[in-house]
């Protein structure tokens, strides 16, 4: 086993981490960043991708959108008002984002529910006197009421031109030498710059339209605006389940399949394509499709379902055990009509009352778009990213085999100006990616704080807990845990906490899928699950929108989940009132 550097030996500013924090805008959380950065980012994703293209296109697309001015986006070229790195990890500007809500007449509480869940930790807002900046505010409020209106998106759909182009033009990688590779992803990485104007603005204009169904919605009828919202019909991140399911329809129906499947899925594409190569060949349409996604997706160094197939594979596997009757498309069906009966009800209330019926309509039709228009944006970035992904990993199985990396993926624990070296004369920094690798797995058994503020000493490294500490107890028998609702439905289970999606052969249908924090890459896993408990996570957050969408119940945001909800239990898991409750213990 490989020895790890001695925790009080790590760095509290580690290679990647942002040389400082935005004081105009000082205050970050991991909430939505764990959504989909959950570990710490590789050293490579963070200097190629994140620190020189995403953060500056993330800051930029706030100017763009109208929340900040662009005075304010480049206020200091070293502390961007969108996003940093502490710790290795990936922290989202809570400040930036409320100005968001306070330009726009929303209030900066309503973007801290549908973003942060109203967590009790966060620290409240501090007025500041440009945040009435009359100037940013009108064109806000212009941005406001296209999000209400619009039927159109033209700078996502230029978005989706150029991924679908590069990835659909992506060159022969035998054909290329070691620095060709290189220059190839370097290539790629500026686009991220462009693309996060639709994943910045698609996603914080969600917000908007549950915010106006909230502000007509009477209290007395105990509903949410996601009860209303219900599944959006367009969410690219849904389509992979679809997809996953029906290619676990042909191996249910296959004994041969049957078999493979139930001896592990591991080693599995080789066999396909010499005995099922019909199996085979559907599979490889489905990587070449969606092979993009995986865990931990916008993270460079990360697998993606392309260059890992064990993970579909995997979903597949699970899915195959479910009948026919309990597919997404009929989920989807039930959520729909509970969605539509809820908005039944709030009409009905509303009776006499044109303009609230009105507020509401638009609303919903507002929340459903920007639903699947969020979805999309953060699609065509992950497309982009794992372009240069595919490219260095093939430069890191050729330096594996020639015995300078230890394994191909510790190409991603170099830093971009190593990368030369790697091409010339990779002894040169063989040695310090490989101290780096400790160190970045020393880094991800840290619990890092889950807020920030840049007005505030940092805590050290050695005073933070490792994660295997047990921090919460867990529940008892006829115990209700409360967090937030963030698709509706009520379902009953026997509770098994996952970790991480690799580690999912022991999950059953029918189970309450219990996870620290998911991202798109688990939603396939959530057509298997009957509801599903996420311990960070609100309204907004990218797997809400796709549980929503499958029409799985899931409670979000429920701090320490993994602990609280014992392993096994009986649980019951109602969506609208975000309430866990312990039946029976295992």
Known sequence: MTETTPRGQLSDDWCIDSAKLNERFPIYT?????????DPITPLGADLIWQPHILPGFSNAYAEMGAISVAEANLDPEAFPA???RYGHMYVNV??????????????????????????????HEPHPSDGDPAVAERLAARTGWTLTTSSFPELDEDTRIADRLRGQRPDFDEMTN???????????????????GELIGGAQAAIGPAVIGSVLPAELGLSPFDLVGPAGDVVSAAPSYALWDLSRIVRADAQLGELFDAGVDG???WLKDHHPDFHQRFQAFLREFGYRGPSEWDLGADSWETRPELPLALIDRMRHLEDAQSPAARRAEATIAAERAVARVLEALDGNDEAQGTLRMGLDSARRFAGWRELGKSNCIKVINEARVALLEMGRRLANEGHLEHPRQVFMALDGELDRLV??????????????????????????????????????????????????????????TAIGAAAGRATGRARVITDTSAIADFEPGDVLVAPQTDPSWTPLFVVASAVVVGVGAPNSHAMIV?????????????????????????????????????ALA
């Open 424 to 481: 010339l004369q990779p002894d040169l920094v063989t040695g310090a990616i490989a101290e780096r690798e400790r160190d970045w797995r020393e880094y991800a058994d840290l619990e890092v704080p889950l807020f920030l503020d840049a007005r505030t000493p940092r805590v050290p490294v050695a005073d933070l807990r490792r994660k295997a500490t047990d921090t919460y107890v867990a529940a008892g028998v006829g115990d209700t845990l």
């Open 547 to 583: 549980s929503r969408e499958l029409g799985i119940p899931c409670v979000a945001g429920l701090e320490g989940a993994t602990q609280k909800v014992p392993e096994g239990a009986t649980v019951t898991v109602d969506g609208s009132a975000g309430t866990v409750t312990i039946d």
């Open 179 to 197: 620095a060709a590779l290189v220059a190839y992803a370097r290539s790629l990485a500026p686009y991220e710059r462009l693309t996060w104007r």
């Open 30 to 38: 991991r909430f939505n960043a764990n959504d989909v950065l959950p």
């Open 268 to 270: 599995m594409v080789p």
């Open 95 to 124: 400040t930036t984002a409320r100005l968001t809500g306070i330009r726009s007449g929303l209030g900066w509480e309503a973007i801290d529910a549908s973003f942060f869940g109203s967590h009790p930790d966060a620290p409240p």
């Open 83 to 85: 996003a940093a790195f």
